[in-house]
């Protein structure tokens, strides 16, 4: 089974200053989809970055980016000139690429993000 | 753009009681998927459809069923609700054919007395 490990429970950074968050992940499948997902004090969940296993170029939406090591099993997240509506809980999450396979997304225990002014 | 409906935002049950959770695709999305988010914790997933097929199941309880009718809406019907059935219930769509991306619905709050 895939397992997703955030090994940050908490971080923060400053307003403007960047931050990065860390995800790993296990799996034996080669085709797979991975995501970063935002859930701030409403508890909705905002999809942030998302990254297909089989492009080599890290993701990048606006001020998030992503650093994909495929053979590390890593999927960091950077947010660049943090803003204090970047304050929330970020969950990493895995999805199968394989057809036919669960399509269920696993997620991260999520890291809580602080920003201060 | 259309998101995902979920109905009721919030449910107050007391134990032993029932209770169903409503979803409302985006339209054209045919896929439907179950998470229950306890207090603290990440989303877990609990089962989906497929064009009104259940597709994948994971750590549903048996008190809890549910399906996908012909419009692609779902219900997630949850029976002899105990303490810790609390929880975020969110509901996320797909175009099962077309796109890999799940996107969520506001999430239903159930509260068990």
């Known amino acids: 089974a895939q397992t997703v490990t955030q090994s940050q429970p908490e971080m923060s950074v400053q307003e403007a200053e960047t931050v990065t968050l860390s995800c790993t992940y296990d799996?034996?499948?080669?085709?797979?989809?991975l995501f970063w997902y935002k859930q701030p004090p409403s508890r909705q969940m905002i999809l942030v970055i998302r990254?297909?296993?089989?492009?080599?170029q890290n993701a990048t939406e606006n001020r998030f980016s992503v650093n994909f090591q495929k053979a590390a099993k890593s999927f960091s997240l950077k947010i660049s000139d943090s803003q204090l509506g970047d304050a929330a809980m970020y969950f990493c999450?895995?999805?199968?690429?394989?057809?036919?396979?669960?399509?269920?997304?696993?997620f991260g225990k999520g890291t809580k993000l602080t920003v201060n002014p | 753009a259309a998101g995902v409906i979920q109905s009721p935002r919030h449910l107050i049950k007391e134990k032993r009681e029932t209770a169903t959770l409503k979803c409302y695709p985006i339209?054209?999305?045919?896929?439907v998927y179950w998470y229950q988010q306890g207090p603290g914790q990440d989303p877990q997933f609990l089962i989906s459809?497929?064009?009104?097929?259940?597709?994948d199941k994971g750590s549903i309880p048996d008190r809890f069923s549910a399906q996908q009718f012909s419009d692609y809406h779902s219900e997630l019907n949850m029976s002899s609700l105990e303490l810790g059935d609390s929880a975020l219930y969110f509901c996320?769509?797909?175009?099962?054919?077309?796109?890999?991306?799940?996107?969520f619905g506001p999430g239903t709050r159930l509260t068990v007395t």
């Open positions: 799996t034996s499948e080669s085709d797979y989809y």
């Open positions: 459809f497929y064009e009104k097929m259940q597709s």
């Open positions: 990254q297909e296993a089989y492009k080599q």
């Open positions: 339209p054209r999305h045919d896929t």
């Open positions: 996320a769509t797909s175009d099962g054919s077309r796109s890999y991306e799940q996107y």
């Open positions: 999450a895995y999805r199968t690429g394989t057809q036919g396979g669960s399509e269920k997304l696993v």
